[in-house]
């Protein structure tokens, strides 16, 4: 069992930054993936931000490629999404998201545990 904890989001204008923060626990094993993910009003949720927990490589949608990045505290217990450069269309409910087995662009295998969501409104 994992267990995901979200802080931050909020409101901010075109251009800002925010970041948001992922506090994870539980069983270790089933939380060598993690990500980021989002869903806009209307939309299906997508994978924004997606890396092995402790690995080189990390999937980035285009929509957020040089304005976002995914990062992790040394054992993965926190898992960071800085967002930069925020425009309107990044707006959006925000979830955080551990598992097993990298698979790029479709994030994990399988999920263990997701967070909360939060909410990201960046106004023109």
């Known amino acids: 069992q994992v267990r995901l904890v979200q802080s931050g989001g909020g409101s901010v204008q075109t251009g800002g930054s925010l970041r948001l923060s992922c506090a994870v626990s539980?069983?270790?094993?089933?939380?060598?993936?993690i990500g980021w993910f989002r869903q806009a009003p209307e939309k299906e949720r997508e994978a924004i931000a997606v890396?092995?927990?402790?690995?080189?490589?990390?999937y980035y949608a285009d929509s957020v490629k040089g304005r976002f990045t995914i990062s992790q505290d040394n054992d993965a217990s926190t898992i960071y999404l800085q967002m930069n450069s925020l425009k309107p269309e990044d707006t959006a409910m925000y979830y955080c998201?551990?598992?097993?087995?990298?698979?790029?662009?479709?994030?994990?295998?399988?999920?263990?545990?997701w967070g909360q969501g939060t909410q990201v409104t960046v106004s023109s």
């Open positions: 539980g069983d270790t094993s089933s939380r060598n993936c």
């Open positions: 890396k092995p927990a402790g690995g080189l490589y990390t």
């Open positions: 998201a551990a598992g097993r087995g990298y698979i790029g662009s479709r994030g994990c295998i399988e999920y263990s545990g």
